[in-house]
């Protein structure tokens, strides 16, 4: 059955240091989340791509983090320099896109993070 | 943007007993999922249902899109059931943003 593959899944680094995760969507899938998710609390759209572009970024915060998509498959969500309040999971999802059609998104396990 | 409330935020069962989540949303919406968040943090689909009733086992979903809520039923609760569940639309109108709910956490005693 196809998934959504992230890596690493856990990962624990210093504050001020970099960090990046990468995620692999369904093949075939156009559109490509990341979201971070806050303990107790709802996961949150970060940036949302469709194939390359960037569709939506408005939470991202731009001044640290930074999202790619190049070739419009797999993707990388890179933090620079990392905050302590920057400790979540951080999950990628995919869909086959398109209004109007079936939009149901699929889940990564996730990436968490502890910034120390 | 779109408002997403899910009731209640805990729930505490025996194990055998039957549960009814709500997810109440505050526009039209495209598409609407449940999941079941493991204790590990996947987010597992349990249902696509933007409108009408499906039904996977014990679970069953239906949706009234022109009264803006969803309900997910869980029949014959058992431990492993335990965990929290998101609601999540995509309104009708704009790009496909995906938003959650704030999420029930269901607990079952053996």
């Known amino acids: 059955e196809a998934e959504v593959a992230q890596s690493p899944r856990y990962k624990i680094t210093e504050k001020s240091q970099a960090v990046a995760f990468w995620c692999d969507p369904i093949?075939?899938?156009?559109?490509l989340y990341w979201y971070r998710q806050i303990l107790g609390q709802g996961p949150e759209l970060l940036v949302q791509?469709?194939?390359?572009?960037?569709?939506?970024d408005s939470q991202l915060p731009k001044d640290r983090f930074s999202a790619e998509r190049l070739k419009g498959v797999d993707s990388t969500l890179k933090i620079q320099p990392a905050e302590l309040g920057d400790s979540a999971m951080y999950l990628c999802?995919?869909?086959?896109?398109?209004?109007?059609?079936?939009?149901?998104?699929?889940f990564g396990q996730g990436t968490r993070l502890t910034v120390v | 943007g779109i408002q997403v409330e899910q009731s209640p935020p805990d729930l505490i069962l025996q194990e055998g007993a039957n549960s009814t989540l709500r997810c109440n949303f505050s526009?039209?919406?495209?598409?609407l999922q449940w999941f079941h968040q493991n204790p590990w943090g996947q987010l597992i689909n349990l249902f696509y249902?933007?409108?009408g009733t499906k039904q996977n086992g014990r679970l069953s979903a239906t949706t009234v899109a022109t009264e803006r809520y969803s309900l997910l039923y869980i029949s014959s609760s058992q431990t492993t059931d335990s965990g929290v569940y998101f609601c999540?639309?995509?309104?009708?109108?704009?790009?496909?943003?995906?938003?959650f709910g704030t999420g029930t956490r269901l607990t079952i005693i053996p």
């Open positions: 999802a995919s869909s086959l896109s398109g209004v109007g059609d079936n939009t149901e998104a699929f």
């Open positions: 093949s075939g899938h156009a559109t």
């Open positions: 791509f469709q194939d390359e572009s960037v569709v939506d």
């Open positions: 526009d039209s919406v495209n598409n």
């Open positions: 249902i933007p409108s």
């Open positions: 999540a639309v995509e309104p009708n109108f704009g790009n496909e943003k995906l938003t």
